[in-house]
């Protein structure tokens, strides 16, 4: 969402129907927007909550989405105070969890070569497909030490992992 237009769009109905901005009950349905404007929101001093989709009762039947539907829907829901919103994360937090998703999806890569490496073995096949793998682990072993030594510097950590040797290219 363009944040200057939903500010700006904001402002002209606290205009509109004069209202300050602790008048004001913001909420979104959580999705692919993320966070930024909940926490934009917040900073400039307006009540925001973001909403889990899974926790907005609604009625069995009601299969038809609209933007405006659930809008007024979800606006009908915050009056009532039937909502309630989830954590907002601050940045750092956000950083640190998509950190740690790469490194939970590197493992997994890495898992998945050393398993074709062990299938490898055990069929006795040392032939180029068995090198491109070996080759693979040492890769994404040091995609995996970047990402950690960034998750460590995030958090803290005093110890950071280093790798030092010479480059493979």
Not at 16 to 44: M, N, S, W
Not at 77 to 88: D, M, N, Q, T
Not at 100 to 126: C, P, S, V, Y
Request: a negative charge; proline letters at 2%; one cysteine or more.
């Amino acid at each position: 969402a363009d944040l200057d237009c939903t500010l700006k769009t904001l402002r002209k109905i606290q205009k509109q129907h004069d209202l300050a901005k602790e008048d004001v009950e913001l909420c979104y349905e959580a999705g692919p927007t993320g966070f930024v404007l909940a926490r934009r929101l917040i900073k400039l001093g307006y009540d925001c909550i973001i909403v889990a989709p899974s926790k907005i009762p609604s009625r069995s039947g009601d299969r038809v989405k609209t933007d405006r539907r659930d809008a007024r829907k979800l606006a009908g829901l915050l009056r009532a105070g039937e909502l309630e919103g989830i954590h907002i994360p601050d940045v750092e937090d956000e950083v640190i969890r998509d950190l740690h998703a790469r490194l939970r999806e590197i493992n997994e890569t890495l898992w998945e070569i050393e398993d074709d490496i062990r299938d490898k073995e055990r069929a006795g096949e040392f032939d180029a497909r068995f090198i491109e793998l070996a080759r693979a682990v040492y890769v994404t072993n040091d995609r995996r030490s970047e990402v950690k030594k960034k998750l460590n510097l995030h958090l803290g950590s005093q110890i950071i992992e280093e790798k030092s040797y010479q480059g493979y290219s």
